[in-house]
């Protein structure tokens, strides 16, 4: 029932007003988000790094202290989310999204026999968040732009708004879908696109760019200028500039036409500009770090050849860039779901500490009595063995002896030579 549901739910008293304030959340353009991603080959690279390391990392779902379906929810994220796509191409749709358009939506379809149910991604940009007064949000209109979609699916939810016409929107219920947002400092039911503090960057790439390649497409010559001691008449002039235009046109693609200096005259260097500097190659390559920085993506990660600090910035790239993200997935999954989850961190090898290392500190942990053997296994990812002992802590005793006291200490005696020592 509604209103005992209102009873039991805390409700935010200002929420009617927030709803009011904001509005509809409609999605932003991101033409400019996705030709940069297309076209610029550092953002191109940088973002499929980080899609690459997100989609690797597994999440790990609690199934001892979980109160919501968390054997079903394991196999969603980790093994099939629909009967249609593998694991990695539905992640990296989703983490896609979440970099060009600031959020991912996935639509929870439970309706299936068994129980099973399905997750499937709805385009990011078409989807628009509508507030509830009451609670936080109703649902989500998904409606591709310039397209009029039949509900072709069966969902069965086609609704019109009576301020706009929305009759082809299909409207998800706010259950139905799960919402992972990235951060925006104007609005609290869409995130921002990751590519948005890079568009002043982005533009002065462009510029960049068109301008090296209008300044090598004239051949990198900024002009001609011809000269001649004899005094020519204006025939001439025209006639010279005409055969010089008409056999190195080809040459001089969009160059300007040449000027003629005759009867002794001279011409001062009016530029100090050298071929070099015009090359832009350091400005260019600063941008390209700027950008890789910005998306959380070191940049000796983006070069070739061996570099002495590549472990530690990879350790930085999965602390500061990755396990972020796929926090912010953890969280909304555990949020629908009831369940803990989290992303394994032990499947990180960037993080995960030398071999030897690690085995040693699991070894001392044992022999100290700090956690059993079974444990242990587990930290190094070992099946449990069936053994009584291991399920046990071992109590550390003293078989060395008292560098004070031999009599106290050593070798626990034996039965044997207790009866040995009493004859004597």
């Not at 959340?25 to 400019?32: G, K, L, Q, W, Y």
């Not at 706009?164 to 799960?178: C, H, L, P, Y």
């Not at 030897?356 to 053997?373: D, K, P, Q, W």
């Not at 587990?378 to 006291?405: M, T, W, Y």
């Amino acid at each position: 029932m509604a209103w005992l549901d209102n009873i039991l739910t805390k409700l935010n008293p200002a929420q009617p007003s927030i709803a009011a304030s904001q509005g509809e959340s409609a999605p932003e353009n991101i033409v400019d988000f996705r030709t940069a991603y297309d076209d610029i080959d550092v953002v191109h690279r940088s973002i499929d790094i980080i899609i690459n390391a997100l989609v690797e990392v597994p999440f790990l779902i609690d199934h001892t202290i979980s109160r919501g379906p968390s054997k079903k929810l394991d196999v969603l994220l980790n093994k099939t989310p629909n009967p249609f796509e593998d694991r990695a191409r539905f992640f990296r749709r989703a983490f896609l999204d979440f970099f060009l358009d600031g959020n991912t939506f996935i639509l929870y379809d439970k309706d299936l026999p068994k129980g099973e149910g399905s997750f499937y991604i709805l385009p990011a940009n078409d989807v628009t968040v509508v507030p509830d007064t009451k609670t936080f949000i109703a649902g989500y209109e998904f409606q591709p732009l310039a397209v009029n979609p039949a509900d072709v699916f069966g969902f069965g939810r086609m609704t019109p708004d009576p301020v706009k016409d929305k009759t082809s929107a299909i409207f998800f219920e706010a259950d139905q879908v799960i919402h992972i947002k990235n951060d925006s400092s104007d609005d609290i039911y869409r995130g921002d696109s990751r590519l948005k503090n890079l568009d002043r960057i982005i533009n002065l790439y462009y510029h960049l760019i068109s301008f090296q390649q209008q300044f090598f497409k004239n051949n990198a010559v900024p002009g001609f200028v011809l000269r001649t001691d004899n005094v020519l008449s204006q025939k001439i002039k025209q006639r010279l500039l005409e055969e010089w235009s008409q056999n190195y046109n080809s040459l001089f693609s969009g160059a300007k036409r040449p000027a003629i200096l005759d009867g002794g005259l001279k011409v001062d260097p009016f530029s100090q500009v050298n071929f070099q500097q015009l090359d832009f190659e350091q400005a260019v390559d600063r941008i390209q770090q700027d950008m890789a920085k910005a998306l959380g993506v070191p940049f000796v990660l983006l070069k070739a050849g061996n570099n002495a600090n590549i472990a530690p910035n990879q350790s930085m790239f999965y602390t500061h860039t990755v396990l972020p993200i796929l926090q912010q997935f953890a969280s909304a999954f555990a949020h629908r779901f009831d369940v803990t989850v989290q992303p394994d961190k032990q499947s990180i090898t960037a993080l995960r500490p030398d071999t030897r290392s690690e085995a040693l500190f699991y070894s001392t942990l044992v022999n100290t009595g700090i956690i059993t053997a079974n444990e242990a296994r587990e930290g190094l990812r070992f099946d449990k063995i069936d053994d009584d002992e291991c399920n046990h802590i071992r109590i550390p005793q003293n078989i060395a002896g008292s560098a004070v006291n031999p009599a106290q200490g050593g070798r626990p005696p034996s039965s044997g030579s207790q009866s040995e020592s009493g004859n004597v």
